[in-house]
């Protein structure tokens, strides 16, 4: 009876000690190299259509080509960022949620507001183009064309903006998730979380709040991507005044 009472003894630490490893196993540590080459790859497109094809003096075909290799190397790490998100969600690694939520809404912050200006620009421009249209009679033709071309636009940038954003919302979106499960956070609650990562710069501040009250975690993290975002944003302000 001893020897089976300490074979099943070991047993059972055999399979606890199996059950830890594979939850480790599970709960993968985040992919900084991927989301950094992500957002080298955004930022870059971004810059090739401002800057590239205007000082490189590109061929048309040649442009097109760039763009292409672009959007591939774009959707494959979007697609990548995302399914393993998906996969971190679900088994609960909030760890992965927080470090990659918080990096990408600092990161993505500049192309974000750079794309809802983008749209404010074309939607406005386009609408005053088009009223001036409508009062000169020999342009007025245009003016249907050009507040299409407005209301058409505008929606295609704040598109363009949401999906470069997508890896940070899901993420952040999983968080709450989770703390939905784990910290038993008020229904409410989530979904007043959920609709503020729909907002700029709200849901940035949103983001840091969920990891601090909830999870008391990634506040070095936050002062580390603010710090780069800002230089970021510097950077680019006076590249464009030179340029």
């Not at 075909?61 to 763009?67: H, P, T, Y």
């Not at 790490?77 to 918080?102: H, K, M, P, W």
């Amino acid at each position: 009876m001893g020897d089976r009472e300490n074979y099943n003894v070991e047993e059972d630490i055999s399979i606890s000690k199996e059950t830890v490893d594979s939850e480790n196993k599970s709960m993968e540590k985040y992919p900084w190299l991927i989301s950094i080459l992500y957002i080298l790859v955004l930022y870059g497109w971004i810059g090739f259509v401002i800057y590239g094809m205007k000082y490189f003096n590109l061929n048309k075909w040649l442009s097109i080509g760039f763009n292409i290799v672009f959007l591939i190397a774009f959707i494959t790490l979007l697609t990548v960022q995302i399914s393993r998100a998906l996969t971190e969600i679900r088994s609960g690694n909030i760890d992965y949620c927080i470090n990659g939520f918080l990096f990408f809404k600092y990161t993505i912050l500049p192309s974000t507001l750079f794309f809802i200006f983008l749209a404010l620009v074309i939607f406005l421009g386009g609408l005053s183009i088009s009223l001036i249209a409508f009062i000169l009679p020999a342009t007025l033709f245009l003016a249907p064309f050009i507040l299409m071309a407005a209301f058409i636009l505008s929606p295609i940038m704040l598109a363009i903006s949401f999906i470069a954003a997508l890896p940070g919302f899901v993420l952040a979106v999983g968080t709450v998730i989770i703390g939905r499960k784990q910290k038993e956070m008020k229904l409410g609650s989530c979904f007043l979380h959920i609709l503020l990562q729909f907002v700029p710069v709200a849901d940035l501040i949103d983001a840091l709040y969920i990891s601090i009250h909830y999870w008391n975690r990634a506040k070095k993290l936050a002062i580390i991507t603010a710090v780069s975002t800002g230089i970021f944003i510097a950077a680019s302000i006076i590249l464009y005044i030179i340029c």
